[in-house]
């Protein structure tokens, strides 16, 4: 298991170029309903929670970090991300004081960025109406407590991920 999140980090670094900061280009990258990885029928499934009605996103703590030995995105935590089918499109951006310490990525060949969109996608699945994409965070030191500002429409809300520690409470 190991070897393979390694293989992964690997991979992800090398299609991206192990950029030395996240991406701070005015174009916010936007995946398409091709990267949908995965279906399911409820979004708060093992743990997960549902965000602004329309995104799901794993639990608040996250506790395995892998070494990427890149800089300056030197560990990896990988973390799904789903998005009701037909709904969105939905915003995910890490916030600016944060931007030299994490960075993000879901669907394929898109991080680490700061933020992206993804695109509202229909049901691809009879029965299955949540839209998986793979993806997660990089980060320059070995755990953080990152929040995460997920948009749909003109509602906002910000989702904080323990990654490697437990965030305390209020933050």
């Not at 800089?71 to 998005?83: F, H």
């Not at 089918?85 to 669907?107: C, F, K, L, N």
Request: net charge positive.
């Amino acid at each position: 298991m190991r070897i393979a999140g390694a293989l992964t980090i690997l991979a992800v670094a090398t299609l991206t170029g192990a950029t030395a900061v996240a991406s701070s280009s005015r174009r916010v990258p936007v995946v398409p309903c091709d990267d949908v990885i995965a279906w399911s029928k409820s979004g708060d499934d093992g743990g997960w929670r549902i965000v602004l009605g329309v995104v799901s996103v794993s639990a608040a703590h996250l506790r395995q970090v892998v070494a990427t030995h890149i800089r300056p995105w030197a560990y990896w935590r990988k973390a799904g991300l789903s998005v009701h089918a037909g709904q969105g499109p939905v915003s995910a951006s890490v916030a600016t004081a944060w931007r030299s310490r994490v960075a993000i990525t879901w669907g394929n060949n898109v991080g680490p960025v700061s933020s992206l969109r993804i695109a509202r996608c229909t049901v691809q699945w009879p029965g299955k109406a949540w839209n998986g994409y793979a993806g997660g965070f990089f980060l320059s030191s070995r755990s953080a407590c990152v929040p995460l500002i997920v948009r749909v429409a003109e509602r906002s809300r910000i989702v904080r991920f323990g990654i490697g520690r437990k965030c305390r409470a209020g933050g």
